[in-house]
Antibody, heavy 123, light 106 residues
Framework: EVQLVQSGAEVKKPGESLKISCKAS????????IAWVRQMPGKGLEWIGL????????RYSPSFQGQVTISVDKSISTAYLQWSSLGASDTAIYYC????????????????WGQGTTVTVSS | DIQLTQSPSTLSASVGDRVTITCRSS??????VAWYQQKPGKAPTLLIF???TLQSGVPSRFSGSGSGTEFTLTISNLQPDDFATYYC????????FGPGTKLEIK
């Protein structure tokens, strides 16, 4: 079964660092891209960025550039999203999702999603 | 930046109804639109990509159309499981989601 399993909920204080994970199984990890999507409480979906696991090449939404870092560990088929200094506005659910390609003509949607990781930042 | 709007923001309908949700883009985006369904407390699921291509396993009562700047998602013969929030997504430049349309039971 193709699935993405994310790490558990986190409660952090402002200024702390955090790294959440997304472990892939059931498919060849390096044959697909992984995207990260934020959903703030009661709000819609926002694309954060994506990574090509084969190349460890990350691309970011201009809105999130410099705010987060996306990485992978191919040896364990896992993608990561990390913050060096959290703020209250980072409180949200973060989803990872699989996509076939970053080229529109070869993009078939974000077809597999993780269950989401809830991040709460509060003093 | 490409902005997406969706209308209506909330839609009340009954089981068996046919409903249409509209997604409009601030710029030309060809047919590079996907649609997702999200239920409370769950991750989104992919319904349609390339404006009208149904994802494998999605019931045929879901359909999509449009190109350029205006797109629609139509759900025929609404089922109880269809009451959820629906998002459009453009992937012409980066990825942007619409604000969502909440489909409620009348």
């Amino acid at each position: 079964e193709v699935q993405l399993v994310q790490s558990g909920a986190e409660v952090k204080k402002p200024g702390e660092s955090l790294k959440i994970s997304c472990k892939a199984s059931g498919y060849t990890f390096t044959s697909y891209l992984i995207a990260w999507v934020r959903q703030m409480p009661g709000k819609g979906l926002e694309w954060i960025g994506l990574i090509y696991p084969y190349y460890s090449d990350a691309r970011y939404s201009p809105s999130f550039q410099g705010q987060v870092t996306i990485s992978v560990d191919k040896s364990i088929s896992t993608a990561y999203l990390q913050w060096s200094s959290l703020g209250a506005s980072d409180t949200a659910i973060y989803y990872c999702a699989r996509l076939s390609d970053n080229n529109p003509s070869a993009y078939y949607g974000m077809d597999v999603w993780g269950q989401g990781t809830t991040v709460t930042v509060s003093s | 930046d490409i902005q997406l709007t969706q209308s209506p923001s909330t839609l009340s309908a009954s089981v068996g109804d046919r409903v249409t949700i509209t997604c409009r883009s601030s710029q030309y985006i060809s047919s590079w639109v996907a649609w997702y369904q999200q239920k409370p407390g769950k991750a989104p699921t992919l319904l349609i990509f390339k404006a009208s291509t149904l994802q494998s396993g999605v019931p045929s009562r879901f359909s999509g159309s449009g190109s350029g700047t205006e797109f629609t998602l139509t759900i025929s013969n609404l089922q109880p499981d269809d009451f959820a929030t629906y998002y459009c997504q453009q992937y012409y430049t980066y990825y942007t989601f619409g604000p969502g349309t909440k489909l409620e039971i009348k």
